[in-house]
């Protein structure tokens, strides 16, 4: 079974400052991981992904995503905030070896402080 | 543009209304899904779709019903609309495949007096 945790549900961070999201995994088999952003009154938009082919994967908006075998886990993090990144984050997992529906993790929002 | 479009963004109904949200999506993709989503909270899938003529319920039971007569096309249903369905609903596509995400559309939000 796959199963996904976000650590903490609410994050605050000033502008400028490093943004790190934290998702840790389970699963029985090696997983594809996602990171979704969702904006206000807006659907989800795919941040990036692991695939196997590198474990620091780099996405849009200046956000990247290292995959940590021995820690499960797959953060999310983003050098510098900026105000227009305030939203809520979703990590996702699925099993590599099988097209299963993907699990979501309870999303995180992220405050962003002037 | 190849993109999932969901209609109605905004619906307000009373209760014992029956409704029908719409989703497209212009990609081609074989697989598609509804989600219900309480604002703020986690996504709860409710139905999926592997291709045409194919439809699963998903982890959280609802009252809705889905089709999928057409590729492009996965409309929701509900008969009798409660105040119970108030909610947000997002549809979304993918390929097949189980390195391939799933595309978003952009919701609807019903509101059920």
């Known amino acids: 079974a796959q199963s996904v945790t976000q650590l903490g549900s609410h994050v605050s961070v000033s502008e400028g400052a490093l943004v790190l999201l934290r998702c840790n995994y389970s699963s029985s088999v090696p997983p594809y991981l996602f990171w979704y952003v969702q904006y206000p009154n807006q659907g989800l938009q795919l941040l990036l992904k692991?695939?196997?082919?590198?474990?620091l994967v780099k996405g849009i908006n200046g956000f990247e995503a290292e995959f940590k075998k021995s820690e499960t886990s797959f953060h999310l993090t983003k050098p510098s905030a900026h105000m227009s990144d305030a939203a809520e984050y979703f990590c996702a997992v699925r099993p590599m070896n099988r097209d299963d529906k993907i699990i979501f993790g309870k999303g995180t929002r992220l405050h962003i402080l002037p | 543009e190849a993109d999932i479009y969901q209609t109605p963004r905004y619906l307000v109904i009373g209760t014992g209304k029956k409704i029908t949200l719409e989703c497209s999506q212009t990609m081609g993709h074989d697989k598609m899904y509804w989600y219900q989503q309480d604002p703020g909270m986690e996504l709860h899938l409710i139905h999926y779709s592997y291709g045409v003529n194919s439809t699963e319920k998903g982890d959280l039971s609802s009252e809705s019903t889905v089709s999928r007569i057409r590729t492009e096309h996965f409309p929701l249903t509900l008969e009798s609309a409660r105040p119970s369905h108030t909610s947000q609903y997002l549809c979304?596509?993918?390929?097949?495949?189980?390195?391939?995400?799933?595309?978003f559309g952009p919701g609807t939000r019903l509101t059920v007096l």
């Open positions: 979304a596509s993918s390929y097949s495949g189980a390195y391939n995400e799933q595309f």
């Open positions: 692991y695939t196997s082919a590198a474990t």
